[in-house]
């Protein structure tokens, strides 16, 4: 399916059209300044970082030939209206979660996580060895788009509530962010689902418009305060086990960069991500001391709430297994975890439990 037929029988036709009252980019003599626009406010911990980390490294590589300028959302498009921006052709690239935009195409999950998929490791296995990367190419040509994986903030923990969890049925009617397949498949708990974009989730919590959220981990989520509403957090989630954040680039722009440019960007995603995962996993540890401290209680789920979990979320892939592309992504993802899975958890998996034992 070609682009121009995709987008004249979905909504993103509209979005798109909208977004063409933006400025075009701006080209500066001997130097291209390409804008980027993200789904993360300004200095959100870590995921901001990311799109940072990865527009300075493309700037120091560049040497003077391009220079990228980051917008957090909101100061040229809102969060979720990034994607369509740079389809358009009214910003160059994004940078975000790309389960942000299942609206687009419910195959985008992978590329960030889905329900009790791959952790960090696992994903970035599938992506740059098992085909991922190559999946996420084809599906990108479907919008105009070149991506890569530019950042990771790890294990996601499953998150702040008003009130324990003992069971399934407490997520009846329970107002809850989450974005995702995994808030599809707690919509079928009867969770109140709300998807929103982070730098409203703190204001939506504490004026009770939400009930609970998931964020990222206890660095993020201290910097984002949320240990001064609720002390109940669940330290691990089915949601997200390793969520990849990706720079999606208008796919005319990238094509329209020397060979050297296009690795250099190439590049510059792949460090950007790798540090980016290391940025959280250095800080989570420290911060989730600090919450302790501060009276969080943290928790696990019982294990009848991660059987539903898991009944949920076969159901959700199951409702998307007729679109062609999202079962050939769905068989090569599950193909690469089972087969990275059985070896780490052999090896990783047995060192870290008798590492435990032994050093107490």
């Given at each position: 399916?070609d682009r121009?037929?995709?987008?004249?029988?979905?909504?993103?036709?509209?979005?798109?059209?909208a977004a063409?009252s933006?400025?075009?980019?701006?080209?500066?003599?001997?130097n291209?300044?390409?804008?980027?626009?993200?789904?993360?406010?300004?200095?959100?911990?870590?995921?901001?970082?990311?799109?940072?980390?990865?527009?300075d490294?493309?700037?120091?590589?560049?040497d003077?030939?391009?220079?990228?300028?980051?917008?957090?959302?909101?100061?040229?498009?809102?969060?979720?209206?990034v994607?369509?921006?740079?389809?358009?052709?009214?910003?160059?690239?994004?940078h975000g979660?790309?389960?942000?935009?299942v609206?687009?195409?419910?195959a985008?999950?992978?590329?960030?996580?889905?329900?009790f998929?791959?952790t960090?490791?696992?994903l970035?296995?599938?992506?740059?060895?098992?085909?991922?990367?190559?999946l996420?190419?084809?599906?990108?040509?479907?919008f105009?788009l070149?991506?890569?994986?530019?950042?990771?903030?790890?294990?996601?923990?499953?998150?702040?509530f008003?009130?324990?969890?003992?069971?399934?049925?407490?997520?009846?009617?329970?107002?809850f962010?989450?974005p995702?397949?995994?808030?599809?498949?707690?919509?079928?708990?009867?969770?109140?689902?709300q998807?929103?974009?982070?730098a409203?989730?703190?204001?939506?919590?504490a004026?009770?418009?939400?009930?609970?959220?998931?964020?990222?981990?206890?660095?993020?989520?201290?910097?984002?305060?949320?240990?001064?509403?609720?002390?109940?957090?669940?330290?691990?989630g089915?949601?997200?086990?390793?969520?990849?954040?990706?720079i999606?680039?208008?796919?005319?722009?990238?094509?329209?960069?020397?060979?050297?440019?296009?690795k250099?960007?190439?590049?510059?995603?792949?460090?950007?991500?790798?540090?980016n995962l290391?940025?959280?996993?250095?800080?989570?540890?420290?911060?989730?001391?600090?919450?302790?401290?501060?009276?969080v209680?943290t928790?696990?789920?019982?294990?009848?709430?991660?059987?539903a979990?898991?009944?949920?979320?076969?159901?959700?892939?199951?409702?998307?297994?007729?679109?062609e592309?999202?079962?050939?992504?769905?068989?090569?993802?599950?193909?690469?975890?089972?087969?990275?899975s059985?070896?780490?958890q052999?090896?990783?998996?047995?060192?870290?439990?008798?590492?435990?034992r032994?050093?107490?």
């Open positions: 399916m121009r037929s995709f987008l004249k029988n979905s909504a993103l036709g509209g979005t798109a059209a063409a933006l400025a075009a980019p701006a080209y500066a003599q001997g291209r300044t390409l804008t980027m626009v993200t789904t993360w406010g300004r200095g959100l911990a870590g995921v901001f970082d990311a799109a940072q980390k990865a527009a490294n493309i700037n120091a590589m560049a003077g030939s391009i220079t990228v300028d980051v917008k957090g959302a909101g100061e040229l498009v809102g969060a979720f209206e994607f369509d921006a740079v389809t358009a052709g009214q910003a160059d690239m994004y979660a790309d389960y942000y935009f609206g687009q195409h419910p985008y999950a992978f590329f960030t996580s889905v329900p998929g791959m960090a490791q696992e970035a296995n599938w992506y740059y060895h098992d085909g991922g990367h190559d996420h190419d084809e599906l990108g040509q479907i105009g070149k991506s890569f994986l530019a950042g990771n903030t790890g294990a996601q923990a499953g998150g702040w008003a009130k324990e969890i003992n069971g399934p049925e407490d997520f009846n009617g329970l107002k962010r989450m995702g397949l995994g808030g599809k498949a707690l919509g079928k708990l009867g969770a109140s689902v998807n929103l974009p982070g409203e989730v703190y204001q939506a919590l004026s009770g418009a939400i009930d609970g959220t998931e964020w990222i981990g206890p660095w993020a989520d201290e910097k984002a305060g949320f240990q001064e509403i609720t002390k109940f957090y669940y330290t691990a089915f949601h997200e086990p390793g969520a990849g954040l990706s999606g680039m208008n796919r005319d722009v990238f094509d329209s960069l020397t060979s050297s440019q296009q250099i960007i190439e590049i510059a995603c792949a460090e950007a991500h790798q540090w290391a940025q959280f996993l250095a800080n989570n540890g420290a911060a989730l001391l600090r919450l302790q401290s501060a009276g209680k928790l696990e789920f019982p294990e009848s709430v991660w059987d979990f898991g009944r949920a979320s076969e159901e959700v892939h199951q409702e998307n297994m007729g679109d592309i999202y079962k050939k992504v769905y068989d090569s993802y599950m193909a690469s975890l089972r087969s990275s059985g070896w780490l052999k090896s990783e998996g047995a060192y870290r439990e008798q590492r435990d032994v050093l107490g």
